[in-house]
C-alpha cells in the first residue's frame, strides 16, 4: 500500500499542497513548525478520518477558512482515490468521487502505523491512552471490531443513562438495566476475545524485535481485563455485585471500557521499573510487531510514518530500526536535520525540503 499523491486545501497551515511521493522512502525536512508534521498528520487523518493529536476536527481547518479538504491517490493491488472534507457541518468521506455513508465502513481501507514523540507516553499514561492505541490498531485490521466498539459505547451511555435515573426516581424499573447489563456483556465479551487475540499475535514478534535492536530478551505485553476467562453468568453475577457502587457514582464500573494492557521487562512492570529509554524502545517495538501482524497475518504492507523520531531516542538506534524495516515499505521520516540518518538509508530517498512554506523535492541517488 503507497500514497502516490497527497493534495491539502486549507489543511492546517496549508491553503494547498499537492505533492508527488516515492513508493519508498520519503524524508520531509525543516525547522520546528515549519508544517512538516502536518503533512504526514494530513496522511493519518486521511486513513482514520480524525488526527491522532486528539484535537477537534475544526482545529484542522486552516484559520479564517469554513471547511478544508485532503485528497490522496493510493496504491495497493488496485488505485484507489479518497477524499475527507471537514467543515462546520460535519464530515464527508468518499472513495473514488462516491460518498461513504458510515465513517466504520470507510476506516480500515488506508492501513497506517504511526510513531509520534508523543506515544512514548504511553507507558507511563493512563489505561485510557493504552485503550486509545489498541482500539486504533485493531481498527484498522477488523472491521467487525469498530462495529462493536461503537455498538459498546451506546449501550455504556444508554446504561449510564439508566442508573443516574433509578438514583433519583426509586420507581423505576430495573428490568431494563439488566436488558441494557446483558448486550454489554454479549459485546463486550466480542471485544474482549478480539483484543486477546490481537495482544497474543503481537507477542509471537514483539520479544524478537526488541532483541535485535537491543540484545535483550523477556519484553512482553499483557492484556489485562475484567472479562478475561469469564462465562456470561459470572459476568451477570459481578454487574449485580456493583450494582450499589454503579447507582452512586451514576456510571458502570465494570466493563471492557477499563481495559489496561500492561508491559513488562524480564517479568517486571515497565511502568513501574523500567527507564525511560527501555519504555520508549517498548513502544517502538509494539508499532513494529503491528507491522509484522499487516504483512504476515494479513499480506497487507501499511504506511509507515515515524515523526520526529530523532527527538525521542538516539540516531544509532532509529538508523537501526530503519535498516530492520521490511524494504517492501512506504516510510515517511519527519526530521530538523538530515545528519541524523545514516548515508545508506538515504540512498534513493525523496527529500522534501520546507522553506517558507514551500516544498521543494530532491532525490538521494
Aim: charge should be positive; glycine fraction near 4%.
Amino acid at each position: 500500500m503507497k500514497i502516490t499523491n497527497l493534495k491539502l486545501y486549507n489543511f492546517r497551515n496549508y491553503e494547498f499542497l499537492n505533492i508527488d511521493f516515492s513508493n519508498k522512502q520519503n524524508i520531509i525536512i525543516g525547522p520546528n513548525g515549519s508544517g512538516k508534521t502536518n503533512i504526514v498528520e494530513a496522511i493519518y487523518v486521511l486513513a482514520m478520518t480524525k488526527s491522532y493529536r486528539g484535537t477537534l476536527d475544526k482545529v484542522l481547518i486552516r484559520n479564517n477558512e469554513s471547511i478544508m479538504s485532503i485528497e490522496g491517490v493510493i496504491k495497493d493491488k488496485v488505485t484507489h482515490k479518497y477524499k475527507i472534507n471537514i467543515s462546520e457541518n460535519g464530515k464527508i468521506v468518499k472513495i473514488n468521487n462516491n460518498k461513504i455513508s458510515k465513517l466504520s465502513d470507510y476506516i480500515s481501507k488506508i492501513n497506517v502505523v504511526m510513531f509520534t514523540p508523543e506515544d512514548v507516553n504511553i507507558i507511563k499514561d493512563s489505561p485510557k491512552s493504552r485503550r486509545k492505541m489498541l482500539n486504533i490498531e485493531i481498527s484498522q485490521l477488523n472491521t467487525e471490531y469498530l462495529h462493536l466498539l461503537n455498538e459498546y459505547n451506546q449501550v455504556l451511555k444508554q446504561r449510564n443513562a439508566f442508573l443516574k435515573l433509578m438514583y433519583v426516581n426509586n420507581l423505576a424499573s430495573p428490568d431494563y438495566l439488566w436488558i441494557l447489563t446483558d448486550k454489554l456483556i454479549n459485546l463486550g465479551l466480542k471485544i474482549s476475545n478480539i483484543r486477546r487475540d490481537y495482544i497474543n499475535d503481537i507477542n509471537k514478534y514483539y520479544d524478537d524485535i526488541n532483541y535485535k535492536i537491543t540484545r535483550k530478551k523477556g519484553l512482553k505485553v499483557l492484556y489485562v481485563s475484567s472479562f478475561k476467562n469469564k462465562t456470561q453468568e459470572e459476568l451477570k453475577e459481578k454487574y449485580k455485585a456493583s450494582l450499589e457502587k454503579d447507582l452512586a457514582i451514576g456510571k458502570t464500573s465494570f466493563g471492557v471500557h477499563h481495559d489496561d494492557l500492561l508491559f513488562s521487562l524480564e517479568g517486571k512492570s515497565l511502568k513501574d521499573y523500567g527507564s525511560e529509554g527501555e519504555q520508549k524502545n517498548a513502544i517502538v517495538c509494539f508499532k513494529l510487531a503491528e507491522i509484522e501482524i499487516f504483512i504476515k497475518d494479513k499480506g497487507i504492507y501499511p504506511i509507515l510514518i515515524l515523526d520526529d523520531l530523532f527527538s525521542e531516542l538516539d540516531a544509532k538506534k532509529i538508523n537501526n530500526i530503519l535498516k530492520k524495516v521490511n524494504k517492501n515499505l512506504q516510510i515517511f521520516i519527519t526530521t530538523t536535520d538530515l545528519k541524523n540518518i545514516n548515508t545508506k538509508i538515504l540512498t534513493n530517498c525523496s527529500v522534501y525540503e520546507l522553506k517558507n512554506k514551500k516544498v521543494v523535492k530532491r532525490v538521494y541517488e
